[in-house]
């Protein structure tokens, strides 16, 4: 059975920086291409930023671009998003997602994830 861990969340002030970390475990599954995704409140799930084992891209949101980076440990299975100067707007729970290879017409569509993790708050607030 495929399990997605996400860690890391927790309150932080504007213009503060915060590490999350998401690990994929158990079963016999190629985590070919992860993810990040986030939900505020009464918005719907946005993209955030996705790569794939290869790695010789990380796609980002526009609203994240310059200060989120995401990186992939393959031998662990893990991938980890660190933000900089974040923003109230950031505020959302964030969460992993793992597939197979996606095309990269698919990377930023939620749907195309088969495995999630159950999320991890981050807020930002003064």
């Known amino acids: 059975q495929v399990r997605v861990e996400e860690s890391g969340g927790r309150s932080v002030p504007p213009g503060n920086s915060l590490r999350l970390g998401c690990k994929v475990s158990g079963g016999n599954f190629n985590t070919n291409t992860m993810a990040w995704f986030r939900q505020a409140p009464g918005k719907e799930r946005e993209f955030v930023a996705a790569n794939r084992r290869s790695g010789e891209t990380t796609y980002y949101s526009d609203s994240v671009k310059g200060r989120f980076t995401m990186s992939r440990d393959n031998a662990e299975n893990a991938v980890y998003l660190h933000m900089t100067d974040l923003k109230p707007e950031d505020t959302a729970v964030y969460y992993c997602?793992?597939?197979?290879?996606?095309?990269?017409?698919?990377?930023?569509?939620?749907?195309?994830?088969?495995?999630w993790g159950r999320g991890t708050q981050v807020t930002v607030s003064s």
């Open positions: 997602a793992a597939n197979g290879r996606l095309i990269l017409s698919a990377l930023r569509l939620s749907s195309m994830y088969n495995y």
